[in-house]
């Protein structure tokens, strides 16, 4: 063990600008930001709606979804899990910024916002030969800007430099997901591109009424049938205005012939409910409620909402991820990358108790699995870890006795089992 002055030597403050006897200057860290520069910002016109709420919601729960780089059979059937750097990549370390799930959700994002999304490997090991990928230390998320047959210019962000680059890639080494939602979040005349443009009319609508306008119209005791008249009027009018600006409480006076109607209010229309069919429309579309928006959820809904938006995002991402990044001789010795949703996530107590009878008794998972299921230590006992029945007694005493009268050379004992005819 050290002693007291041996640690306090190699001891360390990070308020001490020092470690290990190396100083680091301040100009020397790179260019800095008062934001993220990595994160990639939302579309304009998407900021002021329900669309952030949409996609921060669809792309937390993709995110939660455990992705690992698995083994499979010939069938499918997950054999194993292979502990490398890919799989690191999906589950701890995606690059210096992010965490697996970091990135997931980053994906997720920027796909359902721009309806695309490219997966850069920006740090890699290729195989000179072949060009193929064979390891993977970091990669990001970007956006493509331009199409080329065999190429893509991607925006990616470039974390030596400390900013995003335009780069063109091989579309090999690059994992280019669409949106499957497409057609519904990203067409030109999509229903959330609709819904979009609503609200963008609802909003200046909302702007104009509350500009501070009075909107008010003054009916003089003459009639304005004349140049003379008119300018009569517009320096009657001007006049109410300087009483308004001048007055401590926009107090003004007219003469006593002069009426004043009132509008201050915008004239009825029906964009409010239009926006409200539009959302209701998109919500069923994505397989979405607003119950599922809030997370007061029931089991079927989220069950439908899985099945219906989860499924769909992972398993494009999933499929990209092994045809660009897995090759076809580790495929064909079953590498592969699979998704798993725990089951046991959305149950309350009385459901979760019964769903781990059930999954124990029919030795579907062990005891010790249930339990760390729901954050609880495993338990140093064999029948924890055995895929059996609980419930049910072990056979302790033997074969059961005869039930038909031996015919062998051993004679029947009739005082041990009975007579076999009064049974």
Same mark, same amino acid.
């Given at each position: 063990?050290?002693?007291?002055?041996?640690?306090?030597?190699?001891?360390?403050?990070?308020?001490?600008?020092?470690?290990?006897?190396?100083?680091?200057?301040?100009?020397?860290?790179?260019?800095?930001?008062?934001?993220?520069?990595?994160?990639?910002?939302?579309?304009?016109?998407?900021?002021?709606?329900?669309?952030? !709420?949409?996609?921060?919601?669809?792309?937390?729960?993709?995110?939660?979804?455990?992705?690992?780089?698995?083994?499979?059979?010939?069938?499918?059937?997950?054999?194993?899990?292979?502990?490398?750097?890919?799989?690191?990549?999906?589950?701890?370390?995606?690059?210096?910024?992010?965490?697996?799930?970091?990135?997931?959700?980053?994906?997720?994002?920027?796909?359902?916002?721009?309806?695309?999304?490219?997966?850069?490997?920006?740090?890699?090991?290729?195989?000179?030969? +072949?060009?193929?990928?064979?390891?993977?230390? /970091?990669?990001?998320?970007?956006?493509?800007?331009?199409?080329?047959?065999?190429?893509?210019?991607?925006?990616?962000?470039?974390?030596?430099?400390?900013?995003?680059?335009?780069?063109?890639?091989?579309?090999?080494?690059?994992?280019?997901?669409?949106?499957?939602?497409?057609?519904?979040?990203?067409?030109?005349?999509?229903?959330?591109?609709?819904?979009?443009?609503?609200?963008?009319?609802?909003?200046?609508?909302?702007?104009?009424?509350?500009?501070?306008?009075?909107?008010?119209?003054?009916?003089?005791?003459?009639?304005?049938?004349?140049?003379?008249?008119?300018?009569? !009027?517009?320096?009657?009018?001007?006049?109410?205005?300087?009483?308004?600006?001048?007055?401590?409480?926009?107090?003004?006076?007219?003469?006593?012939?002069?009426?004043?109607?009132?509008?201050?209010?915008?004239?009825?229309?029906?964009?409010?409910?239009?926006?409200?069919?539009?959302?209701?429309?998109?919500?069923?579309?994505?397989?979405?409620?607003? !119950?599922?928006?809030?997370?007061? !959820?029931?089991?079927?809904?989220?069950?439908?909402?899985?099945?219906? +938006?989860?499924?769909?995002?992972?398993?494009?991402?999933?499929?990209?991820?092994? @045809?660009?990044?897995?090759?076809?001789?580790?495929?064909?010795?079953?590498?592969?990358?699979?998704?798993?949703?725990?089951?046991? /996530?959305?149950?309350?107590?009385?459901?979760?108790?019964?769903?781990?009878?059930?999954?124990?008794?029919?030795?579907?998972?062990?005891?010790?699995?249930? @339990?760390?299921?729901?954050?609880?230590?495993?338990?140093?006992?064999?029948?924890?870890?055995?895929?059996?029945?609980?419930?049910?007694?072990?056979?302790?005493?033997?074969?059961?006795?005869?039930?038909?009268?031996?015919?062998?050379?051993?004679?029947?004992?009739?005082?041990?089992?009975?007579?076999?005819?009064?049974?």
């Amino acid at each position: 063990m050290a002693s007291l002055g041996e640690r306090l030597r190699k001891s360390w403050s990070v308020f001490t600008g020092k470690q290990e006897s190396q100083e680091i200057a301040y100009k020397d860290l790179g260019p800095a930001y008062t934001y993220r520069p990595d994160k990639i910002r939302m579309k304009s016109a998407s900021k002021r709606t329900i669309v952030p !709420a949409i996609i921060n919601r669809i792309s937390v729960d993709v995110s939660d979804i455990n992705i690992c780089h698995s083994k499979v059979d010939d069938t499918g059937m997950l054999t194993g899990i292979v502990n490398d750097e890919l799989n690191r990549r999906l589950k701890i370390d995606a690059n210096i910024d992010q965490t697996g799930r970091a990135f997931i959700q980053d994906v997720v994002s920027t796909m359902l916002d721009e309806g695309h999304v490219a997966i850069v490997p920006t740090k890699r090991d290729v195989d000179q030969k +072949t060009g193929a990928i064979r390891t993977i230390y /970091a990669w990001r998320s970007g956006i493509v800007k331009e199409w080329f047959p065999y190429h893509v210019l991607v925006n990616v962000y470039d974390e030596d430099a400390g900013e995003r680059k335009d780069l063109i890639l091989c579309k090999s080494q690059v994992a280019l997901v669409q949106n499957p939602l497409y057609s519904i979040m990203n067409e030109p005349n999509s229903t959330l591109q609709r819904l979009l443009r609503k609200i963008a009319l609802l909003d200046y609508a909302d702007e104009q009424s509350t500009s501070g306008k009075l909107d008010m119209i003054i009916q003089l005791p003459y009639t304005l049938n004349s140049d003379k008249k008119r300018e009569q !009027a517009n320096e009657r009018r001007r006049s109410v205005e300087e009483q308004l600006n001048g007055s401590k409480y926009g107090i003004a006076y007219i003469d006593g012939t002069e009426r004043i109607t009132q509008l201050n209010r915008s004239l009825e229309n029906n964009l409010s409910g239009q926006v409200k069919d539009l959302q209701n429309t998109l919500y069923g579309q994505l397989g979405l409620t607003e !119950a599922v928006i809030n997370g007061v !959820a029931k089991q079927e809904e989220m069950a439908n909402y899985y099945n219906r +938006t989860i499924k769909p995002l992972l398993s494009a991402i999933v499929d990209e991820m092994i @045809r660009k990044f897995i090759s076809k001789t580790a495929q064909t010795q079953g590498h592969s990358i699979t998704f798993f949703r725990d089951p046991l /996530a959305l149950a309350d107590v009385s459901q979760l108790a019964d769903m781990a009878d059930k999954l124990t008794r029919n030795a579907i998972l062990s005891s010790n699995e249930v @339990r760390v299921k729901i954050g609880y230590l495993p338990v140093a006992d064999e029948r924890a870890d055995a895929l059996s029945n609980k419930n049910l007694n072990e056979n302790t005493e033997g074969p059961p006795p005869p039930s038909t009268r031996d015919t062998g050379d051993e004679e029947y004992n009739y005082q041990d089992y009975g007579d076999p005819n009064l049974r």
